[in-house]
């Protein structure tokens, strides 16, 4: 297995990762709002896919988002702790 990420259903709800399919290699874990999805992969970078009003939009964030180590999620938003502890929101 490469780890890579299969997703169906309503692309409204995070069912079509094809924008970021390339990115979804080495995915070491996945979280979930109602709507989006973001995954860590092994470089430890994070890569979301979805609604972007729930999450599904990591933009304004990305270059924050290095070595992260965990992500957890709300029903609308995700958090990002990194290797120096901090968290990214």
Do not use: E, K, Y
Request: glycine content about 12%; hydrophobic content about 50%.
């Amino acid at each position: 297995a490469d780890g890579s990420v299969v997703a169906w259903g309503s692309p409204l709800m995070g069912g079509d990762c094809s924008a970021v399919q390339n990115q979804l290699i080495n995915v070491q874990q996945l979280q979930a709002t109602g709507r989006a999805f973001v995954a860590i992969v092994a470089d430890g970078s994070v890569v979301a896919w979805g609604s972007p009003l729930m999450g599904g939009d990591c933009s304004a964030v990305q270059n924050q988002l290095i070595n992260v180590q965990q992500l957890q999620a709300t029903g609308r938003a995700f958090v990002a702790i990194v290797a120096d502890g901090s968290v990214v929101a």
